[in-house]
């Protein structure tokens, strides 16, 4: 397929890079987010990153989360140039009980950086998130934050992600001494000692460094910080694996870095890596077919919708990421699902510096489709193709609510608020089979708040939320050479009381107790319980 001079689709998607930065609250994330903004250039967008960051804290007070979604609109998807690449930096929201939806912007990236703050080590979020990316084989890069904090021993650091995390971590970097004594980082790679410079405005490429790791001047300079560095320095190079790309991209070994982002030391090195060696996108799975990011037919998906600021309009984005071709302002797209066209005149292009880079769009790159409904989760886009990607996933809830209006005469209301937050990913409702109550299901308190909130202020009616009965939820299916439909037919009807349809119709069945999950599985041989559902 690769012809001589490569065609501009060719070129463009080889120069895109797409990657989430996963961490823990705090470890630093909006700091390294900022820093990577300055080194493209697009100072003026660091602001906006602080802004969202100061209302973030605001938890459970939803107004204070509608206030922050503007911004969050804006910020969800940052688009830079550096060096000659185009580099999509995709946000994924703070507060756990989002998770959901994090696990989905996830989706749309092909590789992470993961910021662990090197005095608490890997924390719970991290790990979580991190385990979505190793099911997807997402290559991950390493940056051990706030070395100018007393932290933990690298040995230790390092021994810890290997062990809780699973992959093999390989040092590009190490660092000399911590804290008050921080004296800067080896570089394994380039022979060569970065040596720190405090400030928080420093510009990078600014700091000294001196040549060779064993350069003499070294310990002169730093003393006993950088004799242990250096025995630690050896012993990694003896006990770890030499970088292998091939394991990187499969998501087996991690390059780690150190540094500190307040400080913006460290954080160059971690963007030319990820130039490097993150990898261009690829292709991308189907049910019909593997599909080409460099094919010339547009195809995209939607993996994020996000309610837009005004609530009388009730227009929603869906956050396309362009899996092949090229899009371009006006084309016509064939949503797949329902078959009904769209021709996106207004389209949210993601901040850039470019203006040329506004109007057309590669795969990697996300753009972002006002609509009222028109578009779901999971709905795949194209110039007429009959395809639908696979792979964004629905988390089985964890919690669970019946829902109710105050005034009876809202019941459509109700009906149809539920409808296009379900749609949106917001929360999972669940129809029983038993009943006319619906089912609300989250994986956190926080999403139920925000749903009552919203079908007061969006949907004009007033919900009742009460506590259900219910705590799993698994969906179901029967694969047709165990009995197919007639089989989930007969667990269907055999256990009607505790089944459930959810958004996209797929039977549920809800339980109150794990152990009584557990009598129904074994029951039940032929029935397969899910906890993930993939959108297809
Ligand atoms: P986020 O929650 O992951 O986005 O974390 P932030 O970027 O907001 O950082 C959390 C706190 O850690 C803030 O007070 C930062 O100023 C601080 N911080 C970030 N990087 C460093 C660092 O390298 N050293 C030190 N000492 N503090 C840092």
Redesign the pocket.
Same mark, same amino acid.
């Given at each position: 397929m690769s012809t001589a001079t490569p065609s501009r689709t060719e070129s463009e998607v080889r120069r895109r890079r797409t990657f989430a930065i996963i961490?823990?609250?705090?470890?630093? #994330?909006?700091?390294?987010t900022e820093k990577l903004l300055l080194f493209s250039g697009a100072i003026q967008i660091a602001g906006s990153v602080k802004a969202r #960051?100061a209302s973030r804290h605001a938890t459970s007070d939803w107004m204070e989360i509608e206030k922050q979604r503007g911004i969050s609109v804006a910020s969800s998807v940052m688009q830079m140039e550096y060096r000659d690449c185009v580099i999509n930096l995709l946000d994924t929201p703070?507060h756990q009980d989002f998770s959901e939806d994090t696990y989905r912007v996830l989706t749309a990236v092909d590789a992470a950086l993961m =910021?662990i703050d090197a005095a608490n080590g890997v924390e719970p979020q991290t790990r979580r998130l991190l385990q979505v990316c190793r099911a997807r084989n997402t290559p991950i890069l390493t940056f051990v934050?706030?070395?100018?904090?007393e932290v933990q021993e690298p040995l230790a650091l390092m021994d810890e992600i290997e062990r809780e995390l699973g992959m093999t971590v390989v040092p590009f970097t190490w660092p000399v001494g911590m804290g008050k004594f921080f004296g800067g980082v080896l570089d394994l790679r380039k022979d060569q000692m970065r040596v720190f410079t405090p400030g928080e405005d420093r510009v990078a490429g600014t700091e000294e460094v001196v040549q060779g790791l064993t350069n003499p001047v070294l310990a002169e300079r730093f003393g006993s910080p950088y004799e242990q560095a250096a025995g630690e320095v050896e012993l990694v190079r003896e006990a770890a694996p030499e970088f292998n790309h091939a394991d990187f991209l499969s998501g087996k070994q991690t390059p780690m870095f150190f540094?500190?982002? =307040?400080?913006n030391f460290g954080v160059q090195e971690v963007l030319d890596a990820l130039v490097d060696l993150a990898p261009a996108p690829g292709s991308r799975t189907a049910i019909q077919r593997e599909v080409q990011p460099v094919e010339p037919k547009f195809t995209g998906v939607v993996f994020k919708i996000q309610a837009n600021m005004d609530p009388a309009h009730r227009d929603r984005i869906a956050f396309v990421r362009v899996a092949s071709g090229k899009f371009e302002r006006g084309m016509n797209l064939k949503v797949v699902r329902s078959g009904k066209t769209l021709r996106p005149n207004t389209v949210v292009t993601f901040m850039s510096q470019k203006r040329e880079l506004l109007d057309e769009a590669f795969a990697g790159d996300i753009i972002g489709i006002p609509n009222h409904g028109v578009l779901q989760l999971g709905d795949t886009l194209t110039e007429g193709e009959a395809l639908q990607y696979t792979g964004l996933p629905f988390f089985a809830p964890e919690m669970f609510r019946s829902v109710e209006v105050a005034d009876p005469l809202k019941t459509k209301q109700l009906k149809a608020g539920l409808q296009q937050l379900g749609e949106e990913g917001a929360i999972q409702v669940f129809r029983p089979i038993a009943g006319s109550v619906l089912l609300l299901g989250a994986v956190g308190q926080l999403q139920f708040e925000v749903v009552a909130h919203r079908l007061e202020h969006e949907y004009g009616c007033k919900a009742r939320i009460m506590p259900s009965r219910f705590q799993v939820a698994r969906w179901v299916t029967c694969s047709p050479e165990d009995g197919g439909e007639k089989e989930l037919k007969r667990f269907i009807d055999a256990n009607d009381h505790r089944m459930a349809y959810d958004a996209v119709d797929a039977p549920t069945v809800l339980v109150e107790y794990a152990p009584e999950l557990r009598a129904i599985e074994s029951n039940w041989p032929k029935i397969k319980f899910h906890a993930l559902r993939e959108h297809a």
């Open positions: 961490s823990h609250p705090d470890a630093g #994330k909006t700091t390294l #960051k703070g =910021v934050n706030k070395l100018d904090r540094g500190s982002a =307040v400080n």
